[in-house]
């Protein structure tokens, strides 16, 4: 049987995350496929005894390549990159796959805290100003311009989606040629969803489908890996799209489309 869906999901030492969140019986249309990246743990065993079909690289070559990898092997129609610590509403799937239909380019769940509370995982324009300001502050400040939700049943245009939970068609993420490898980690979510907006498909977070993410950020503590890693990729994100720097006229001309179809997010104004 054709998988209708295939959910890709990267795997590093996330034996335990894996048995919280995936141990739901999966539907026979969907196929799941988690890419490995050299764990130590027993991540490997445990997708396997969960159903998991599991492509091994032996090393790890960073979370972008790794999608890659999983989406080279995907026989869905419609595809899923879904983080560990992500669980899956299976019932949501057949009106997920109409809702991309309808909309077109990539459409995420609205995401939620373990404790059930809204996640933000929409944001807005990536102006190097909100980044800062998120990671000072506790992020309240930027409701409404930069941190996103979806109310129940909204379904609500976006700048870009964390790469958590992102979903669409198989041959949308061919036509803007997958995750952007350039990125060893971070920032990889925020160049995909700029691609799909430059080669004209939207990006959607849709608030009636409302999944649970434990977010694990490595950077929400200081350890200087993660750290470096974060650095490393803001400096290529910024170095591709320097007019997010300043934003303003320029940036909102760049990306004409984000900027005029998610109406509802407001970039801060530095002209």
């Not at 999901?9 to 739901?24: F, G, R």
């Not at 790794?66 to 990159?81: R, Y």
């Not at 503590?221 to 910024?238: D, G, H, N, Q, V």
Request: proline fraction near 4%; charge should be negative; charged fraction near 25%.
């Amino acid at each position: 049987m054709t998988p209708i869906w295939t959910l890709i999901t990267v795997t590093y030492n996330n034996a335990q995350t894996l048995e919280k969140y995936w141990a739901d019986d999966r539907p026979s249309s969907v196929e799941w496929i988690v890419v490995d990246n050299g764990s130590l743990d027993e991540s490997v065993e445990t997708a396997r005894s969960l159903g998991a079909t599991v492509i091994e690289m032996g090393h790890n070559v960073g979370f972008s390549a790794a999608n890659n990898a999983g989406l080279a092997q995907a026989h869905g129609a419609f595809i899923g990159f879904i983080n560990p610590d992500v669980r899956v509403e299976y019932s949501d799937l057949d009106a997920l796959a109409a809702r991309i239909d309808e909309h077109g380019g990539i459409v995420g769940p609205q995401l939620r805290n373990d404790d059930g509370s809204a996640q933000p995982n929409g944001r807005g324009m990536p102006l190097l100003f909100h980044k800062i300001r998120n990671r000072i502050t506790s992020g309240s400040e930027l409701n409404d311009s930069y941190l996103l939700y979806a109310k129940d049943d909204e379904e609500r245009t976006v700048f870009w989606l964390i790469g958590a939970a992102v979903t669409g068609r198989a041959e949308t993420f061919a036509l803007i040629d997958g995750w952007n490898e350039h990125f060893f980690l971070y920032y990889e979510d925020k160049d995909l969803s700029i691609r799909a907006w430059r080669a004209g498909l939207p990006v959607t977070l849709c608030g009636q489908f409302r999944w649970t993410h434990g977010w694990a950020r490595e950077t929400k503590t200081f350890r200087l890996a993660p750290w470096r890693r974060e650095i490393a990729s803001l400096l290529k994100f910024y170095a591709l799209y320097p007019e997010f720097i300043l934003g303003g006229r320029t940036a909102r001309s760049r990306n004409r489309n984000a900027s005029t179809l998610a109406g509802n997010v407001k970039p801060v104004e530095q002209d």
